[in-house]
């Protein structure tokens, strides 16, 4: 079987010889299990968790946990059913049918990220911090990544970029208040300050996506020529720079713009139609090309 096909199943990939049914499995008191500490989910559906652990009250656990011994020989890392462990203890279970499969740490952080993303638990903001995380501690890249778990590369980039909105977009994104096509346009605004009270009216007026990045690619636009009126204004409030901007203009015979940076800064010079760039072409290269 080839590597790609076996990606694409997912945990069986990663940990193939803990999938199969013929798998042996040992009852282990969960006092002795310590969770996953690369566990992506922060939150749990109560609810969910209730009805799981009413069918293990009455059916059992019907699906093996998966540990991984530690050094202490007495104790093990959950690295598989972090739902089935909860609900167990809900039902009043002292332990749990349970695989032993030695699993590093990584593998660990792989493996949760995608028994969350196949049952769909995981929120945006989640799925991207879990991302992040794999590309920061194991060196992936993006493309090292979606084949690794069976994603496709623009999605795992769409889905981290998310993560430079500001803290309360996240939040509502994390609260499903807003969906990442809704939140995703707010990224071609620079002022988190706009792009929060942005989030705020596409989630007030009940915005689709594309009418979301309608919105924002406006507010982007005024934004821009807001930042370039101010640059002209701070042109106009330094008489040198005003002088040297025009001195440059009567010289080349075109509209020139300076925009000063912090360090440095941009000579801008406009041209109109094709024979105008030409004689610039000539003005600034006397010697041709």
């Given at each position: 079987m080839s590597e790609k096909k076996r990606l694409g199943k997912g945990l069986g990939?990663?940990?193939?010889?803990?999938?199969?049914?013929?798998?042996?499995?040992?009852?282990?008191?969960?006092?002795?299990?310590?969770?996953?500490?690369?566990?992506?989910?922060?939150?749990?559906?109560?609810?969910?968790?209730?009805?799981?652990?009413?069918?293990?009250?009455?059916?059992?656990?019907?699906?093996?946990?998966?540990?991984?011994?530690?050094?202490?020989?007495?104790?093990?890392?959950?690295?598989v059913g972090e739902r089935r462990c909860r609900a167990a203890r809900l039902a009043g279970l002292s332990a749990v049918p349970a695989v032993v499969k030695p699993v590093d740490r990584k593998t660990m952080l792989e493996v949760a990220l995608i028994e969350n993303l196949q049952r769909e638990d995981l929120n945006p903001v989640e799925e991207a911090m879990a991302y992040r995380r794999l590309m920061q501690e194991y060196n992936y890249t993006q493309e090292e990544l979606a084949h690794r778990i069976g994603r496709s590369r623009p999605s795992i980039a769409n889905s981290v970029r998310l993560l430079s909105l500001p803290d309360k977009v996240l939040e509502s994104l994390a609260r499903h208040e807003m969906t990442p096509g809704q939140a995703r346009p707010l990224l071609a605004i620079s002022d988190p300050d706009k792009q929060q009270e942005t989030a705020t009216l596409i989630m007030q007026k009940g915005l689709s996506a594309r009418e979301a990045e309608k919105m924002a690619t406006n507010i982007s636009a005024r934004g821009d020529k807001k930042k370039e009126e101010d640059r002209d204004q701070e042109i106009e409030n330094d008489p040198l720079q005003a002088e040297i901007q025009l001195q440059i203009q009567r010289s080349l015979g075109t509209k020139v713009r300076i925009r000063p940076g912090k360090n440095g800064g941009i000579i801008e010079i406009f041209y109109y139609g094709e024979e105008d760039l030409e004689r610039l072409v000539s003005k600034l290269l006397p010697e041709g090309i």
């Open positions: 990939a990663l940990i193939p010889e803990v999938m199969e049914s013929s798998v042996e499995t040992s009852e282990i008191s969960l006092e002795r299990i310590k969770p996953n500490p690369f566990q992506p989910r922060s939150e749990f559906n109560d609810e969910k968790l209730k009805e799981l652990a009413a069918s293990i009250r009455e059916h059992g656990v019907l699906q093996a946990v998966v540990v991984s011994p530690e050094e202490d020989g007495d104790s093990f890392t959950l690295v």
